[in-house]
């Protein structure tokens, strides 16, 4: 037996059983048995083929109207995404007008009212305005001064122009309105009109009242000059004073110190800092040395790191009082400064041209003379400062190269025919200063005597004659000390102040000429006393040792000279002669040669060398050398020397 059961078979005559519910699998199979047309099974699957036929036509039409459903989300996609870089273009456009509308800083001229019969004959508004332009543009040309731009409150700085009227709404109009709304431009306006004796032109500056200038039609440029003359100075206050004090007169140096003393008080910090240095340049000149020092103390105060302000000051205190010691000290700290911060206040230009008068400063109050004039030879070479030149030639003539300086002297251009007493004066002292300077070296007392007497001092403003003066004096008394008029070199140098450097070395050197030992070391002493880093008054006190013979401490003086001056050649020249005198030739042989490396055109360095040569035996080199001396500059004392050493047979 089994545990499977077969089913039995059904009844022929009883209907087989659907295998599925399916409508269309039922349909499939009453089509495989092929029933008739009219078979609800076949009807079932023809309606369900055309159902499908319309079912797919609707999905095609569907997927048609998706495609271009998706399309059109494309483009507007693509018109939005347009738009959006259109709106930010726009805002760009609008916020680089509001940042440049706001960091406006220039000068507008609006065109100025006429009167019409001037209009018709083409003096327009619009031409008053641009003359009006042309005159302060000049008068910012003309302006020299060492700020730089970016140090005003109000600069427009060469940024000016004319406002043409526009109409209608346009993007210049926009950045106008933007400009007078968030900006810093100044606006000028103003008018020409008739009166019974003329004409009156006034400009005015924003919204304060305008200065009328009147004269006669022909004076119309003046009066324009004089209207231009008023918005510079409302606008540049600065600039105008440099301006004024740029005439070198007495009355303009006075009106300028009136702009900067209002600057002073009403201005920012960095315009009080400036005024305060200017202010000090222009007493100097006017001859109150206390207000000068008092003024660059006060921009100092205001700003610790300004350079220029110190220069200044060791200018003042080295011309106008003699202290040399404080002035290498504030030339040295004003050196450090322009290196350190100087782009921050002086143009380009300007803080080369600081850079190389500092240098050219510290170098000749220790006796650099080399790196002197080549610094003041590169002063020379910015446009407006040829008047410089004197200082690099009498650097020159100091570090004994005569040549050159004599080269320079004859660079130096003659005074215009036209120029006032004053220019004159100051050309003649520049010239002297050269003239002194060569005729020291060469100990041709008359010829710089002579120099100094030539300059008309009378013409010269106060403080540049009290400078002149206090630079002239020591010279002046040495030389007559040296002619033999030792009465009348006291009673010189007597004129001058006892805390003046330069002026107690030439009281030591007058005394040491007269023989009066006691006080040359007693004004040697004052003078090492006044300035112990400068080298000049120890080689002066060993020079007067060792005329008296007392060669060792003569030349333990210029060792110290040469110590505080190691870029100087005399106390190394000096040295040598006292070993000469010592009798150690080859000792004298070895500072020669030392000092010809800082000045090997020195004529008495080479006779010096040649006779120690002449002592060692060594005949060709000492003949090599005095062969040089003969082709170089000379002293009538040398000369002597020289012909007597070259008499020496064999």
Not at 68 to 74: G, P, V
Not at 93 to 114: C, H, K, N, Q, Y
């Amino acid at each position: 037996m089994t545990d499977i059961v077969v089913p039995p078979d059904p009844p022929a005559s009883r209907p087989t059983t659907p295998g599925t519910l399916d409508p269309i699998e039922l349909a499939l199979e009453a089509e495989a048995e092929a029933l008739a047309p009219s078979n609800p099974a076949r009807l079932v699957l023809l309606r369900h083929a055309r159902l499908l036929q319309r079912q797919i036509a609707s999905e095609t039409l569907s997927l048609g109207l998706l495609r271009r459903q998706i399309a059109s989300e494309t483009v507007s996609l693509g018109l939005k995404a347009l738009a959006g870089v259109a709106a930010l273009g726009v805002a760009g456009l609008l916020g680089m007008l509001v940042w440049d509308a706001s960091t406006e800083r220039g000068l507008v001229i609006e065109p100025f009212s006429v009167p019409p019969e001037l209009a018709e004959r083409g003096l327009t508004g619009q031409v008053v305005a641009s003359k009006v332009l042309d005159r302060l543009s000049e008068l910012q040309d003309a302006t020299i001064s060492n700020r730089s731009p970016t140090t005003y409150a109000n600069n427009w700085n060469g940024d000016i122009k004319v406002q043409i009227p526009e109409t209608g709404v346009s993007v210049g109009e926009l950045r106008r309105v933007l400009v007078q709304w968030l900006g810093r431009q100044t606006s000028i306006s103003g008018e020409v009109y008739r009166t019974p004796e003329g004409l009156v032109v006034a400009a005015r500056t924003g919204a304060a009242a305008a200065r009328p200038h009147a004269g006669t039609e022909a004076e119309l440029d003046a009066l324009i000059q004089a209207a231009a003359e008023d918005v510079f100075a409302v606008t540049q206050p600065y600039r105008y004073a440099v301006w004024l004090g740029q005439a070198g007169d007495e009355e303009s140096l006075r009106r300028a110190d009136a702009v900067l003393q209002r600057l002073i008080v009403e201005g920012d910090d960095e315009d009080r800092l400036w005024a305060h240095n200017g202010l000090s340049i222009d007493l100097i000149v006017l001859g109150d040395s206390a207000g000068a020092i008092r003024e660059a103390d006060a921009a100092i105060a205001v700003e610790p790191r300004f350079g220029l302000a110190w220069i200044n000051r060791g200018d003042f205190r080295q011309a106008q009082f003699g202290h040399s010691e404080a002035a290498l000290a504030d030339y040295q700290t004003a050196q450090r400064l322009i290196r350190d911060h100087g782009e921050r206040y002086y143009r380009p230009e300007a803080l080369a041209f600081l850079t190389s008068s500092v240098e050219g400063s510290i170098a000749e109050l220790t006796g650099d003379y080399a790196s002197g004039a080549r610094a003041f030879n590169d002063v020379v070479r910015h446009p407006g400062r040829e008047g410089w030149l004197y200082l690099a030639v009498s650097d020159q003539a100091a570090g004994h190269d005569l040549a050159a300086a004599r080269a320079g002297r004859s660079r130096v251009a003659a005074t215009p025919a036209d120029a006032d007493a004053h220019q004159r004066a100051l050309d003649a002292q520049a010239a002297a200063t050269m003239d002194m300077a060569i005729a020291e070296q060469t100990e041709d007392w008359t010829a710089l005597l002579n120099a100094i007497a030539g300059v008309p001092e009378a013409d010269l403003l106060p403080g540049e004659r009290e400078a002149w003066r206090l630079q002239a004096t020591p010279h002046a008394a040495l030389g007559r000390a040296k002619q033999g008029d030792l009465a009348g070199a006291r009673a010189l140098i007597a004129t001058t102040p006892l805390d003046c450097h330069p002026c107690v070395r030439a009281r030591g050197g007058i005394a040491s000429t007269a023989g009066d030992w006691a006080g040359a070391d007693h004004w040697f002493g004052q003078a090492v006393r006044q300035a112990p880093s400068l080298p000049f008054a120890y080689a002066q006190w060993g020079e007067s040792l060792m005329a008296r013979g007392r060669y060792d401490a003569a030349i333990a003086r210029f060792k110290q000279a040469a110590e505080k001056g190691p870029r100087w050649a005399d106390p190394l020249e000096l040295w040598g002669e006292a070993l000469l005198k010592k009798g150690d030739w080859a000792g004298a042989v070895g500072q020669f040669a030392a000092a010809d490396k800082l000045a090997p055109k020195w004529g008495r360095n080479h006779l010096r060398w040649g006779e120690a040569l002449l002592k060692l035996g060594r005949r060709q080199e000492a003949r090599a050398h005095l062969s040089r001396a003969r082709a170089l500059d000379l002293s009538a004392a040398d000369q002597a020397v020289l012909a007597r050493l070259e008499a020496r047979p064999g």
